[in-house]
């Protein structure tokens, strides 16, 4: 039972910060059809910051680390993605592909290749016992830091006019256009976001981790596409729930499968993305149609 | 009339010769540049047949695949079983099953058991993965490529155990062997092209309503492009085994699949020649940033390039080409007969006979 409850924390904490990863991605693609596979290197470049800014404090590493997550993403579609408009988003997951390759090359440049570490928030690193049950104190922080980002973000899109102008664009972005919603300030706006949300999963997975190299964002950015894909990529909330369903399941097989075969669990979990994406091409959460393309 | 009618029919076979031209003179001038040059440009020759493997899938089809390095893998995965020494493998790769450690076969016949190897797992996962496009296409086909490296890191039964490698690989392949089965993929992925699924798949990608209801059956003919283009990459595994001499899932990952799919992109995915000129300029490139990178004396100068800034250039070049320049070099044509006036699109007659 103790075992039971400890891992289905576990799992709902990497379901959570898959599903805030995730989520970062679907905010794009509504806008522009773009699967970005750089937003890995977004999260790495927020999560080296961390680890070298965390001594002078989190009040000073936190906001910088989001301060460098925005400023990428936002270099990113200044650089690269708006020079592509019309690219078909196959090409553009290519271009994303490459950028990725791109700058985890630059990272190594200038940080080498080991990895870099600090003690992140050493006091999130201690189990935590509530009646008797001892769950990580990490897990619970990062469903709170989780839900906390969630309610914040969903406030704002349902609240103000640039989150309302946003579901627009993602709901049909040349309607959107067509009733005088600025393309530019939108599409800069999801890159933003998906930058705090990057910083987001950059700092509960350096507390974890500690360390930073080059590939850090890799393994993360691969689940929270596929989860955003299985869920559902062109609906915001598709791709936050397919991320948490991705990272639940790759936390529960890592607990529960026997030793000899937890190796290959995140094969169990690609396996069954193709077996999700053919039954149901357009997302596990979308109702009937494909992806508009 | 009927010169021209003549020329129209010579007109794909001159594409096909000027490229096996090219290979070839490309690889008879590194012959001459020294040793490490040589090693590299198999490496090349390597990579060209795993574009080539690409573009007779993407270039046709139109669908995304992150996943042929998958078909590379495992045919490198079995050249290697076939050709380590049996001895070695019951001392090295213990875990294996047995009936492993004493299946054998000669180098040249197991370059082409490889290319069956890995054409069989593009059959098997082609009628299901085929009925997909664009983004879900690519990222299915990607998990298949994370499977296939899960799976051959970690399944000690047939390979060594996670984190090592597969050693003890014969050096028998020269750059010379290595350039014919660059050129027969080459001739292969033309005859492709000329083949009724080809043309059928080319009519899909341009338009895939009117094409399905000019009854094409799309999921048949992608099944076949994937299935043949399976087996060439099978080949380039096969290659990359007796190349590289050290087979290991982490090689034949990620990495590679970015490096192949760049090559294809600089080319131009669209056409063969796309694939072949894009494959060689990219390894050309990277010939000389090596050179680079270790200095070179021009004069009483010595140019060099920070170590690190090869790997940078490369993905550079992709992006600035996906940005500036989609089609790629070749703008997605193939080289045709200079000396004509109305250059047609390949398998297209001219409209004004």
Known sequence: ?293 | MKERSLLWRLGPLWSLVVLLVIVYAVTVVTSYLGDSVQVQFQYALVNLVIVVALYMFIGTSGVLSFGHVAFVALGAWTVGLLTIEPELKRNLLSDMFPVLFDIQAPWFLAIFIGGLVGGLLALIVAPVLMRLNGLQAGIATFALLLVVGQVLTYWSSIGPRSGQSMVGIPDVLDLQTTMFFALGAIVVAWLFQRSRPARLLRAAREDGIAAAASGINVVTQRVIALALSGLIAGIAGGLFALTNRVVQASLLGIELTFITLAMLVLGGMLSLSGAVIGGLVFSLIDLVLVRLQNGVELGSYVVSIPQGTRPIILGAILVLMLIFRPSGLTGGREIVWPFRRTPPLPGVPPTNE
């Open chain 1, 1 to 293: 039972m103790n075992q039971l409850i400890q891992s289905l924390v576990d799992a709902i904490s990497a379901g959570a910060t898959l599903g805030l990863a995730a989520l970062a991605i679907g905010l794009v693609f509504g806008v522009i059809r773009l699967a970005n596979f750089a937003q890995g290197e977004i999260i790495t470049a927020s999560a080296y910051s961390i680890i070298f800014t965390w001594q002078l404090g989190w009040y000073v590493a936190i906001p910088i680390a989001i301060l460098i997550g925005v400023i990428l993403s936002l270099l990113m579609e200044v650089g690269v993605f708006s020079r592509m408009r019309m690219a078909t988003p196959a090409t553009l997951l290519v271009a994303s592909f490459g950028l990725s390759f791109l700058l985890q090359r630059v990272y190594e440049l200038f940080f080498g290749n080991n990895v870099r570490t600090a003690p992140v928030a050493p006091e999130l690193a201690q189990s935590l016992e509530i009646g008797g049950i001892r769950v990580q104190l990490l897990s619970v922080a990062t469903i709170i830091i989780a839900a906390v980002i969630l309610v914040a973000l969903v406030q704002f899109l349902n609240r103000s006019i640039w989150g309302l102008q946003l579901q627009a664009a993602a709901a049909d972005f040349r309607i959107a256009r067509l009733v005088g919603i600025p393309a530019s300030r939108v599409i800069g706006l999801s890159f933003a976001l998906s930058g705090i949300l990057a910083a987001a999963v950059a700092f509960v997975s350096t507390v974890k981790t500690g360390a930073v190299g080059p590939p850090f964002g890799v393994p993360i950015v691969i689940l929270a596409l596929i989860g955003a894909v299985i869920g559902g990529i062109d609906k915001i909330y598709g791709a936050l729930a397919g991320g948490f369903l991705v990272g639940f399941a790759t936390s529960m097989l890592a607990s529960w499968l026997p030793s000899d075969m937890s190796n290959f669990r995140d094969a169990y979990v690609f396996l069954l993305v193709i077996i999700v994406l053919i039954f149901r091409p357009s997302g596990l959460l979308v109702r009937g149609g494909t992806v508009r393309t």
